[in-house]
């Protein structure tokens, strides 16, 4: 738990790199801002050379003998610096390690339970360390804890892969079990039910139907129907009247 600002004694953080004054040996090796080595000079020479470029006489590597210092911003270098460990502890992936518990003779139900939380860890792409514990004289009998542990790991092989083999320590038995390929590459859905793709079906053209020619203008259909000729209509004949 992270200590409160306002009680927290301790003294703030100090850098701890040494540049400009804060250099007390009397001759360094010189590295200009340019990145081209100058060679053995002396300090105070040193802080000269990179006074009158306006930058800082940075000491980049003190074990070495004679010091190597860099003639550089140093700002900008601790912006850069800091940006660079932003990046890759952004990239970085943080794993979660679960741990359910197991007894030799756990009841169906409370198994089922656990093996539940088990799949839930797992959809999420945690690993989890499964741990069977033994009571007494349960310990001379650890082929039951290895059924269990070889139950689960059969059950969930769609989800997830045993990473460590059980072993046993002591009057427990320990198997780690990581995320499988198709959960880390999004195959499950979140109820652990795997994610199909539905097939799109082509419509067939309707008889009749204009077809786009290889210019992209719709052609007329071959079969199109022809417009209706009307048919004359027989007058009704006038009866004979003598």
């Known amino acids: 738990m992270p ?31 340019q990145g081209q080595q100058i060679g053995v000079m002396k300090t105070p020479d040193a802080l000269t050379f990179a006074q009158e470029r306006d930058l800082d006489l940075v000491e980049v590597a003190p074990e070495a003998r004679p ?32 741990e359910i518990k ?13 093996k539940h939380h088990v799949e839930r860890f797992l ?10 514990m033994f ?10 804890g290895t059924a269990i542990l070889d139950r689960l790991a059969e059950e969930l ?36 039910t795997p994610t199909e793709e539905v097939p799109t079906e082509e419509v067939p053209a309707e008889d009749g139907a204009a077809e786009p020619a290889a210019d992209g203008q719709p052609q007329p259909a071959a079969n199109a129907a022809t417009e209706a000729v009307p048919e004359p209509v027989a007058e009704p004949a006038t009866p004979d009247v003598s």
Not at 102 to 114: G, M, N, V
């Open 67 to 98: 010091p190597v210092c860099r003639v550089l911003d140093y700002s900008k270098y601790k912006y850069e610096q800091a940006q660079k460990v932003k990046q890759a502890r952004k990239h970085q992936q943080q794993i979660t390690v679960r």
């Open 157 to 192: 092989s769609e989800l997830g892969v045993v990473e460590q083999r059980p072993m046993q320590e002591g009057r427990n038995m320990t198997m780690m079990m990581a995320p499988s390929k198709a959960v880390l590459a999004g195959r499950f859905a979140a109820d652990g």
């Open 123 to 132: 959809r999420h792409k945690d690993k989890v360390k499964v741990t069977i």
């Open 3 to 33: 200590v409160p600002r306002r009680f927290d004694r301790r003294p703030p953080e100090r850098d701890t790199t040494r540049i400009n004054e804060r250099i007390r040996v009397p001759e360094v090796r010189l590295i200009d801002d």
């Open 102 to 114: 197991f007894r030799p003779k756990i009841a169906e139900h409370d198994y089922d339970t656990k």
């Open 135 to 144: 009571r007494g004289r349960e310990v001379t009998h650890p082929e039951r």
